[in-house]
């Protein structure tokens, strides 16, 4: 048979089809060339009883840093931080006080609140935001108030001097369910003195007695993941107990509470661990993990290779 002879055409289409489907391949066989990741067949690979073991246990081992990494990233983490200032600078130098008290032995009508401060301020018998509550058939009483206090030293007292007729012999035993300062505080992750007083006990003390309680208030800041700030007050309390005698005679009693700020206020912050860090701690346990376990299993197949070598020498 003759072979038929191609025409020009047809012989520079072909080169053409040719060319165009040898670049690719050249292109790919160039960019193998930057592989760092080099692949071994199995058939030139040995697999080990010892390096199953240390596999299993390399994968296991990951996946114990991975769910405790994890347990950390989903976790919010509370950091706290100390600095001179006054956090609240919007409160307009005031600071909201919560209390609740029970004189079992001290009628409602004799009961009122006080309030003295270093700026001159002198309040008897403050009734706004307050509740007086009967107790013991009206024998005793409960008082709840609400009221604010300058940012200066000063003194709130639970006493009679307000009553229309002052009693001879006030009974100012007492227990005092919650004092607290500024906003209220519910997170788990901060524990701090925000009610020191709450659950105070005094009614075994001597009924004519006059009670003191020196308050130290610390400036509080809670700023949470979305930086909404809510601003409390930690304090720390003495108290003393004493019968008070003047040149006229006896005091009549109260129940006082004599506070002063602290410079330093304490801020919380809530944090999270960002997502990039998650991600760069579980990439380095994998690498890690899996480098050292590579680097004990060659030691132990060297190792095991060099005593079979040592083992069969023996035998010749």
């Avoid at 005094?202 to 930086?227: C, F, Q």
């Avoid at 997502?275 to 004990?296: D, E, K, P, S």
Wanted: glycine share 6%; proline share 5%.
């Amino acid at each position: 048979m003759v072979p038929v002879p191609f025409s020009g055409a047809v012989h520079s289409w072909l080169l053409t089809v040719l060319r165009c489907t040898s670049i690719p391949a050249v292109a790919a066989v160039a960019a193998s060339r930057f592989d760092i990741y080099r692949k071994v067949p199995k058939d030139l690979t040995q697999p080990t009883y010892t390096g199953a073991i240390i596999s299993i246990c390399c994968c296991l081992f990951i996946l114990f840093l991975f769910l405790s990494e994890l347990t950390g990233f989903i976790t919010t983490e509370v950091v706290n931080e100390l600095y001179v200032d006054d956090p609240d600078k919007d409160s307009g130098g005031k600071i909201d006080v919560s209390l609740n008290i029970s004189l079992p032995n001290l009628h409602c009508e004799l009961v009122g609140l006080d309030i003295q401060d270093e700026m001159g301020r002198h309040e008897v018998g403050h009734i706004d935001n307050s509740m007086k509550i009967p107790l013991n058939n009206g024998a005793g009483c409960r008082f709840e108030g609400q009221f604010s206090i300058n940012k200066v030293p000063g003194n709130f007292h639970v006493s009679t001097h307000s009553a229309t007729a002052q009693p001879q012999n006030p009974d100012m035993t007492h227990v005092i369910h919650k004092l607290s300062f500024g906003d209220t505080l519910q997170v788990q992750n901060v524990h701090g003195a925000f009610n020191a007083l709450g659950g105070a006990d005094r009614l075994t003390s001597n009924p004519l007695a006059s009670h003191d309680y020196i308050l130290k208030i610390v400036p509080t800041v809670y700023e949470d993941k979305s930086g909404k700030q809510r601003y409390s007050y930690q304090y720390t309390v003495a108290n003393k107990e004493y019968v008070a005698y003047s040149h006229t005679g006896r005091i009549i009693p109260a129940i006082w509470f004599r506070y002063d700020l602290s410079p330093i206020t304490v801020k919380y912050t809530e944090r999270r661990q960002p997502l990039y860090r998650f991600i760069t701690t579980i990439c380095a346990i994998i690498g890690g993990t899996f480098t050292v376990a590579g680097i004990l299993d060659s030691c132990i197949f060297t190792a095991s290779e060099a005593w079979k070598k040592i083992q069969l020498g023996k035998m010749h």
